[in-house]
Every structure is written in structure tokens, then in C-alpha cells.
């Protein structure tokens, strides 16, 4: 049974820091989702990534997959408050369409 | 375009009575899958509908079940609602794009079951 472990659940950052969330999966996958979803709103999408070594970026989160780690990065750089919401990775189920398995989330805090 | 609508958006029920909410996809997508969403559990899948037919099928009872119309719009109904059913019912619709296939979620139907 495909399990998703995402830390840290909490992060609480000083505006203008670095981060990186973590998110590991434990079967292997061929497709891997970063979320973000803002209080009693619905799940954006920002990535998707597909192959190993696969990095994606928009603005200043960027994203990375290892698959042979069966590890995926969200990397933030420069934290503006903006960037303040709950941040879920989910892995696609393989050979079972489009059922994902979700991370806990973590909460991100960007303090001014 | 326009994106993946759910109706209704809040709804109250009383333990014991059914309950019936709807999705309707982004223009073109054939598969619609639903989400529950509750502090304790986080996202769990519930199932996945692709042309009419229940393709996926997640870890919840028999009282929950969907079905999907030939315009794509699908339902998920909820039959003898407990406390625990309480939780934010999300529906994505999927395509397949040369990036990978990407999952557009609604905004959600908040259900409380009191």
C-alpha cells in the first residue's frame, strides 16, 4: 500500500528565508503532485513531475523528484507572506488511473 | 474555460438521512474522482469515474457511492450520514497533457452532519 510521509507538518519562517519541504513515498510512482490550498479553499495545482530528476519551477517555489529515493523536494526560496498556505505532495497510484495518495500537509507560516 | 464546479457548496444534514452532491467536470475532461478531506484523516480517496464507469474505488463503505453521466458530471451520494461524515468533499477532474496528467480540484461541498 502506497504511503506518502510529508515533512515538516508545521513550518514557521522568517520573510526573506529558505526552506525546504519533504515529501516521501514509499512504492514506486510515476507521477507526483504538489498542492497548495489556502484556509476553507480548495487545492491549487502547481506541479506535476513525471521522471526522475525531474525540477520545476514557478516563482520562488521549485520543486524536484528523485524517484529512485522515492523522494520529492519543495523548495522555497526568499519567503514572502503571500506564500503562506498549506502545502500537500500527492503520488499517483500507479495502474490505478488518477487515485492519488496524500501527504499530511504542511502548514507554512511566512511571519513579516 | 471554465473550471470544476460542486453544488451544493454547504450543506446540513441530521444523522441517518442521505445526502447527494454534484460535480460537474472542466469542459472535455472524462474523469472525475472525489475527495474527503477532514482534519483527522487529511485527503482520502473515495473513488474515480472515466466514461460512465467506476474505474477506482478507495477504502470507504458501501454507504458511499457515485455514479457518472454521459455529459461527464458526476455524483456522489452518502446513504445513512454519521458524525464522522462531517468533512470538506472535494471533486477533481483530470486531462492528460503533454506536462503529465493534471488534477483540477472544485471548490468543495463543507458537509456537516449534526
Known amino acids: 500500500e502506497l504511503k506518502v510521509e510529508q515533512n515538516p507538518l508545521f513550518l514557521s519562517m522568517q520573510e526573506g528565508k529558505n526552506y525546504t519541504i519533504y515529501c516521501n513515498y514509499s512504492?514506486?510512482?510515476?507521477?507526483l503532485y504538489w498542492y497548495r490550498q489556502d484556509p476553507g479553499k480548495s487545492l491549487e495545482s502547481l506541479f506535476v513531475?513525471?521522471?526522475?530528476?525531474a525540477v520545476k519551477q514557478e516563482g520562488r517555489l521549485m520543486a524536484s523528484l528523485d524517484t529512485k529515493a522515492r523522494l520529492s523536494t519543495l523548495h522555497i526560496t526568499a519567503a514572502v507572506h503571500d506564500l503562506s498556505a498549506t502545502y500537500f505532495c500527492?503520488?499517483?497510484?500507479?495502474?490505478?488511473?488518477?487515485?492519488?495518495?496524500f501527504g499530511a500537509g504542511t502548514i507554512l507560516r511566512v511571519k513579516s | 474555460k471554465a473550471g470544476v464546479t460542486q453544488t451544493p457548496r454547504y450543506l446540513i444534514k441530521t444523522r441517518g438521512q442521505q445526502v447527494t452532491l454534484s460535480c460537474s467536470p472542466i469542459?472535455?475532461?472524462?474523469?472525475v474522482s472525489w475527495y474527503q478531506q477532514t482534519p483527522g484523516q487529511g485527503l482520502q480517496f473515495l473513488f474515480e469515474?472515466?466514461?460512465?464507469?467506476?474505474?477506482n474505488k478507495g477504502n470507504f463503505p458501501g454507504r458511499f457511492s457515485g455514479r457518472q453521466f454521459s455529459n461527464s458530471r458526476s455524483e456522489m451520494n452518502v446513504s445513512t450520514l454519521e458524525l464522522g461524515d462531517s468533512a470538506l468533499y472535494l471533486c477533481?477532474?483530470?486531462?492528460?497533457?503533454?506536462?503529465?496528467?493534471?488534477?483540477?480540484f472544485g471548490p468543495g461541498t463543507r458537509l456537516t452532519v449534526t
Open positions: 513531475l513525471l521522471s526522475n530528476g
Open positions: 469542459s472535455g475532461h472524462r474523469s
Open positions: 477533481a477532474s483530470s486531462q492528460r497533457t503533454s506536462g503529465g496528467t493534471v488534477q483540477y
Open positions: 512504492t514506486t510512482s510515476d507521477r
Open positions: 469515474y472515466f466514461s460512465e464507469t467506476q474505474r
Open positions: 500527492a503520488v499517483a497510484v500507479m495502474e490505478y488511473g488518477n487515485k492519488l495518495v
